[in-house]
């Protein structure tokens, strides 16, 4: 009202911060059916190179690829990424250490973020395997933990190391993963799933019908927008 201008000033940006992580969740939904399609189909395509190399069928018999099971291994390691990008977006949790310059630039999901864009010119760069590298490693941290004092570092170089604690949770568990575990994916399809779940849907701008992206803010979701999230890939 008139007489009260700071508060509807409040309600105003309270009611367009709502609206804006709704809307992030939508374009999340559409990233991560996106991007399970694309795990899908070049997961489906190693698989079937390797079971031509080694002679044994797939498509049926004791061998053969469960397109249900791989359907849920995708599902599953989509997960893993959107749990590492709430956590990073979220250093109050205190459980990454966030202000550690060798994980921020070596193992953090921010440090893919950053060549999202980068252009792979190369066949090379393009079917290469660093995002996939990286990311089983942050994986792999995430379930097991890291200790510096018990990896056997000289003292004087520990200091500088992070400690992480292993969550050993199901959705970490390599073993829940076994069809995907015998994948590598290429640079160019993760740089994608990277991008998609970085940067919203392209709208027109309105000039020249170009298309515009913002960055997706994942620091300002919360539990009922993931649960949306959650629940439309459910139902995918």
């Given at each position: 009202?008139?007489?009260?201008?700071?508060?509807?000033?409040?309600?105003?940006?309270?009611?367009?911060?709502?609206?804006?992580?709704?809307?992030?969740?939508?374009?999340?939904?559409?990233?991560?059916?996106?991007?399970?399609?694309?795990?899908?189909?070049?997961?489906?395509?190693?698989?079937?190179?390797?079971?031509?190399?080694?002679?044994?069928?797939?498509?049926?018999?004791?061998?053969?690829?469960?397109?249900?099971?791989?359907?849920?291994?995708?599902?599953?390691?989509?997960?893993?990424?959107?749990?590492?990008?709430?956590?990073?977006?979220?250093?109050?949790?205190?459980?990454?250490?966030?202000?550690?310059?060798?994980?921020?630039?070596?193992?953090?999901?921010?440090?893919?973020?950053?060549?999202?864009?980068?252009?792979?010119?190369?066949?090379?760069?393009?079917?290469?395997s660093y995002f996939h590298a990286s990311l089983q490693r942050m994986f792999q941290l995430i379930y097991n933990g890291y200790a510096?004092?018990?990896?056997?570092?000289?003292?004087?170089?520990?200091?500088?190391a992070f400690s992480l604690q292993g969550l050993e949770s199901h959705l970490f568990d390599p073993a829940r993963t076994p069809l995907?575990?015998?994948?590598?994916?290429?640079?160019?399809?993760?740089?994608?799933?990277?991008?998609?779940?970085?940067?919203?849907?392209?709208?027109?701008?309105?000039?020249?019908g170009r298309q515009r992206r913002g960055r997706v803010s994942y620091t300002q979701l919360g539990i009922n927008q993931l649960g949306?999230?959650?629940?439309?890939?459910?139902?995918?």
């Amino acid at each position: 009202t008139d007489g009260q201008p700071g508060q509807c000033r409040l309600d105003t940006l309270d009611e367009n911060s709502h609206k804006h992580a709704f809307a992030v969740s939508d374009d999340l939904k559409y990233a991560l059916r996106n991007a399970i399609e694309l795990l899908g189909n070049e997961a489906t395509q190693q698989l079937i190179a390797q079971a031509q190399e080694r002679k044994a069928g797939i498509y049926s018999g004791h061998n053969a690829l469960d397109p249900d099971q791989l359907s849920r291994e995708c599902l599953r390691t989509m997960y893993r990424i959107l749990f590492l990008f709430y956590i990073e977006a979220r250093p109050e949790l205190d459980y990454l250490p966030s202000d550690d310059e060798t994980w921020r630039l070596g193992y953090s999901l921010e440090s893919l973020r950053d060549l999202e864009n980068v252009r792979l010119t190369t066949e090379e760069s393009r079917r290469g395997s660093y995002f996939h590298a990286s990311l089983q490693r942050m994986f792999q941290l995430i379930y097991n933990g890291y200790a510096a004092q018990r990896q056997g570092f000289l003292q004087e170089s520990s200091a500088n190391a992070f400690s992480l604690q292993g969550l050993e949770s199901h959705l970490f568990d390599p073993a829940r993963t076994p069809l995907l575990n015998r994948v590598t994916f290429s640079n160019e399809t993760l740089q994608q799933v990277i991008q998609s779940m970085s940067l919203t849907r392209p709208n027109a701008s309105g000039r020249g019908g170009r298309q515009r992206r913002g960055r997706v803010s994942y620091t300002q979701l919360g539990i009922n927008q993931l649960g949306a999230v959650y629940e439309a890939l459910l139902s995918y």
